[in-house]
């Protein structure tokens, strides 16, 4: 059974598109999160959810909007992609978001904006 | 403001050998470090973390790091390596909220 799973894998569209990933996890826990990583593979975390409250909002554009339906669930809808967006983003998720906590990462989504 | 420096890009290292992934962290308050691994086109995994206690931390695939507070570095280290240990490394400081604050990852190169 996959623990923390994104969907879709692969992205490729064009500028000015509107897209959504979306992330499920089967571990019971509490808080998710997004991450960003860029094609020189550093890793910046984008958002957090603690059942189903916004805990973590860095510096993203507005352009970026999460959202968690239920604990289980948080989706990233990007609306006017830019070349700058493409990246992999993974999704990953904590027993309750503390700062000691093992986070479990999905497998990432390739997001290629043409 | 917590930082972590990974002070090598790249390790090429041959099979067997041994290895050292060195990590600093920059941080005025107690720390919590991890090391994640990230295998070719997969998600990250951990490998070990520090949270109090013994200096010396154990984690899976026979790698440990060291906690030195007086150097503030968790540098990671295996005796002997293996092709699969190939793979993207990435040093950790966790702050509240559970955010990650990553190094800039090692790349491990094992050669046969």
């Known amino acids: 059974d996959t623990a923390v799973s994104q969907t879709p894998k692969y992205l490729v569209t064009q500028m000015g598109n509107d897209k959504s990933i979306k992330c499920e996890q089967n571990?019971?826990?509490?808080?998710m999160y997004w991450y960003k990583q860029d094609s020189k593979k550093f890793l910046k975390i984008m958002f957090s959810?603690?059942?189903?409250?916004?805990?973590i909002n860095e510096t993203v554009p507005n352009r970026f909007s999460p959202k968690s339906p239920d604990k289980a669930h948080l989706n990233l809808h990007i609306n006017s992609l830019e070349l700058g967006d493409s990246a992999v983003y993974f999704c990953?998720?904590?027993?309750?978001?503390?700062?000691?906590?093992?986070?479990?990462f999905g497998p990432g989504t390739r997001l290629l904006v043409l | 403001a917590q930082s972590v420096t990974q002070l090598d890009s790249q390790v090429p290292v041959f099979e067997e050998a041994p290895v050292e992934l060195r990590c600093n962290y920059s941080?005025?308050?107690?720390?919590?470090l991890f090391w994640y691994v990230q295998y070719p086109n997969q998600g990250l995994q951990l490998l070990l973390k520090?949270?109090?206690?013994?200096?010396l931390v154990k984690g899976i695939n026979g790698f440990e790091a060291e906690f030195n507070k007086s150097q503030t570095s968790f540098h990671l280290r295996k005796p002997s390596v293996h092709i699969s240990d190939t793979a993207e490394y990435f040093c950790?400081?966790?702050?509240?909220?559970?955010?990650?604050?990553f190094g800039q990852g090692t790349e491990l190169s094992v050669k046969p």
């Open positions: 520090y949270l109090s206690g013994s200096t």
């Open positions: 571990l019971g826990h509490d808080t």
């Open positions: 990953a998720s904590s027993p309750r978001g503390g700062f000691q906590e093992t986070q479990y």
């Open positions: 941080s005025s308050v107690s720390v919590y």
């Open positions: 959810y603690n059942n189903k409250e916004l805990i």
């Open positions: 950790a400081v966790g702050r509240h909220g559970g955010k990650l604050i």
